[in-house]
C-alpha cells in the first residue's frame, strides 16, 4: 500500500488571494511603521550620539564604492553620448547634457540605489540578528525605547547623509565626463566647467537633491522594518537582509517617477 | 494579614495567554513574597518564558492581572511601564549582551541610560559588578570573544547593575556544562543574598533549582500543577512531579 498521501489541493485562487493578501499587510506595516517615525523623531531622549555613529557608519563606508561609481558612470555616459551628439551636431551641448542628467535623474537614482544595496541589508540584517537573538528585547527591559534607539536614529542618518552622497557623486560623475571629453578632445577643463554651470538651473539643482531625502528616508525605514519582522533564526535575518534591498530599490524607483511628475507639474518640464 | 500582602512584590492571578491557536498560559497565578527566590520548572515550550516576558510587559497577556511592585502591569502605559522596569533585572537565556558594544559599554548602557552618575562612578561600578561575577579581565573584550558562561555572567552583572529590586532569571543555566551551570546557580545566589534580590527563575535544571529556589512552581498543562519546596517536591507522589525529580533523586 503506498502511505505516501498528496499535498492538499490549493487552488490558484486561493493562493492568489492569500499572496496579496500578504503583500497589502506588508505595505500596511511599513507605512504605519514609517509614520510611526515622525511620531518619534521630534519627542525626547535624542540619541545623538546613536545618530553621530551612523551616519559614519552609513556615509564614511560607503565613499569609496560610490567615488568608483561617480567617474566610471560619468565617464561612460560621456563616451555613449558623445557619437549620438555629434551625428546631430550637437557635440557642444555634451556639458549641458551630462549636468542636467547626472544632476537631475542618474545620479540620486544611481547613489540611492547603491546605498539601498550597502546600507539597507546591512540595517536589516543587524536589527533582524538583534530581534533573533532578544537584544531588543533586552532594550525594552532597559526601558529603553527600541524604536527611538535602533530606528529614528539609522532613519535620521540616512535622510542626513544621502543627500550629501548625491552631491558628491554628481560632482565627480561631471568630473568624469570631462575626463572623457579631456581624452577624446584635449577639451579646456574651465570652457567644461563653465558649460555644466550655466546649463544647471536652482530648479534643477533642488528636486534632485531634495528627493534623496526621500530616498533615504525609504532605505532607514525599509531596512529597519525588515529588521525588526525578523523571524525564525539565522534565515530570518538573510531574508530580511534581502528584502530590505529588494523592496526599497522598488520603493526609490517608484517613488522617483512620483517625484518627477510632480516636478514637473509644479516646476515644469524645461 | 495585611501586612502579608504588602510582602508580596508580585502578584500573577489567572493569567491566559494563547499564539494564535495554541493555548499556552490558562489561568496561572503565583505570589512572590518580597526577598524570595521562587523557580518555575516545567518542559521546554510549556510556556515559562512567556510568564516571564509577561510580567515585565514585553507580551501581554489576553486575560488575568499581574501586579509587579503594587502596580498594574497588563494595560500599563510606556512610561509608566518603563518605569517600573528600572526596578527589574532580566537574564536573558542566551544574555542578549548588544554585540556591537563592549562588555564596558554593555554593563555602563543602564547607567548613562536611566542615572546622573559620572564618569569616575560609572567605571567604579562596571569593575564593582565584574569582580562580583570574577570577570574584570574581560572589561574591553566583545560579546563575540566570550564563551557561553562568560556570556551569562555579564548578562547577570548587566541585569543587577542597577540594583533593581526585581530580577527574572530566563533559563540562566541553559546550554552551559554541569560545572559551569552549578557556578552560575552559586553565583545568582550569593549576589541575591547580598543585595536582597527578589527573584523569579525559570528553569529546567533541577540542580539550579535546588540551589537557588525557596519556593518552586511546576508548570505544566498551561498552570501551576504544585508548588512547594525542593524537598517537598522531591517526595510528592504526584507522577508527573515524581518524574521530573526522578533525575536528581
Not at chain 1, 546649463?199 to 525609504?218: E, H, M, N, Q
Not at chain 2, 542615572?115 to 570574577?134: K, P, S, W, Y
Not at chain 2, 555572567?153 to 532569571?169: D, E, F
Amino acid at each position: 500500500m503506498n502511505t505516501l498521501q498528496k499535498p492538499p489541493h490549493i487552488s490558484y485562487y486561493a493562493l492568489t488571494r492569500s499572496r496579496i493578501r500578504s503583500a497589502m499587510d506588508q505595505v500596511y506595516g511599513i507605512t504605519t511603521f514609517g509614520l510611526r517615525f515622525f511620531r518619534y523623531v521630534f519627542v525626547p531622549p535624542y540619541e545623538w550620539g546613536q545618530v553621530r555613529k551612523h551616519l559614519d557608519e552609513l556615509g564614511s563606508k560607503s565613499l569609496p564604492l560610490l567615488t568608483i561609481v561617480g567617474v566610471i558612470m560619468g565617464l561612460i555616459l560621456a563616451l555613449q553620448s558623445r557619437p549620438t551628439l555629434d551625428r546631430f551636431g550637437a557635440g557642444g551641448f555634451l556639458p549641458a547634457m551630462l549636468a542636467l542628467t547626472i544632476v537631475r535623474e542618474l545620479g540620486p537614482v544611481i547613489t540611492a540605489l547603491i546605498v539601498a544595496g550597502r546600507v539597507s541589508s546591512g540595517i536589516g540584517a543587524e536589527v533582524g540578528s538583534m530581534k533573533v537573538t532578544e537584544q531588543i528585547d533586552a532594550l525594552e527591559v532597559s526601558a529603553v525605547d527600541p524604536f527611538n534607539y535602533l530606528v529614528v536614529t539609522r532613519v535620521l542618518a540616512c535622510s542626513i547623509i544621502l543627500p550629501l552622497l548625491t552631491a558628491y557623486v554628481d560632482f565627480l560623475a561631471i568630473f568624469g565626463g570631462y575626463i572623457s571629453e579631456w581624452i577624446s578632445s584635449n577639451s579646456s577643463m574651465q570652457l567644461y566647467f563653465n558649460e555644466v554651470v550655466q546649463s544647471l538651473r536652482f530648479y534643477d539643482v533642488l528636486p534632485g537633491i531634495g528627493k534623496t531625502i526621500a530616498f533615504g528616508y525609504i532605505i532607514g525605514v525599509i531596512g529597519s522594518y525588515q529588521g525588526f519582522n525578523a523571524a525564525r533564526g539565522t534565515e530570518g535575518v538573510g531574508r530580511a537582509a534581502t528584502s530590505a534591498v529588494v523592496l526599497a530599490s522598488l520603493n526609490i524607483i517608484f517613488l522617483d517617477m512620483v517625484i518627477i511628475q510632480l516636478t514637473q507639474l509644479f516646476l515644469g518640464a524645461a | 494579614m495585611n501586612e502579608a500582602r504588602n510582602d508580596i512584590l508580585i502578584d500573577v492571578r489567572d493569567v491566559w495567554k494563547s499564539f494564535a491557536d495554541l493555548d499556552v498560559l490558562t489561568g496561572v497565578s503565583m505570589q512572590v513574597r518580597s526577598g524570595s527566590s521562587d523557580v518555575i520548572l516545567g518542559r521546554s515550550g510549556i510556556g515559562k518564558s512567556v510568564l516571564l516576558k509577561s510580567i515585565v510587559g514585553l507580551l501581554r497577556p489576553e486575560r488575568g492581572s499581574i501586579e509587579v511592585m503594587g502596580e498594574q502591569v497588563i494595560g500599563l502605559k510606556t512610561k509608566e511601564l518603563n518605569r517600573l522596569r528600572k526596578s527589574i533585572g532580566y537574564v536573558f537565556q542566551y544574555a542578549a549582551l548588544y554585540d556591537s558594544l563592549t562588555v564596558r559599554e554593555n554593563l555602563e548602557f543602564p547607567l548613562r541610560k536611566h542615572t546622573d552618575a559620572g564618569e569616575e562612578e560609572i567605571t567604579e561600578r562596571v569593575f564593582e559588578q565584574l569582580r562580583l561575577v570574577g570577570l574584570e579581565h574581560a572589561v574591553d573584550k566583545m560579546p563575540s570573544e566570550l564563551s557561553g558562561g562568560m556570556k551569562k555572567r555579564i548578562g547577570l552583572a548587566r541585569a543587577i547593575i542597577k540594583r533593581p529590586q526585581i530580577v527574572l532569571y530566563d533559563e540562566p543555566t541553559a546550554g552551559l556544562d554541569p560545572i559551569t551551570a552549578r557556578e552560575i546557580s552559586e553565583l545568582i545566589l550569593s549576589l541575591e543574598e547580598q543585595f536582597g534580590i527578589t527573584s523569579i527563575t525559570v528553569t529546567h535544571d533541577l540542580e539550579c533549582a535546588r540551589i537557588i529556589a525557596n519556593q518552586i512552581y511546576i508548570l505544566d498543562g498551561g498552570t501551576f500543577q504544585h508548588s512547594g519546596t525542593f524537598d517537598e517536591l522531591k517526595m510528592s507522589e504526584d507522577p508527573y512531579t515524581r518524574a521530573f525529580f526522578q533525575v536528581v533523586v
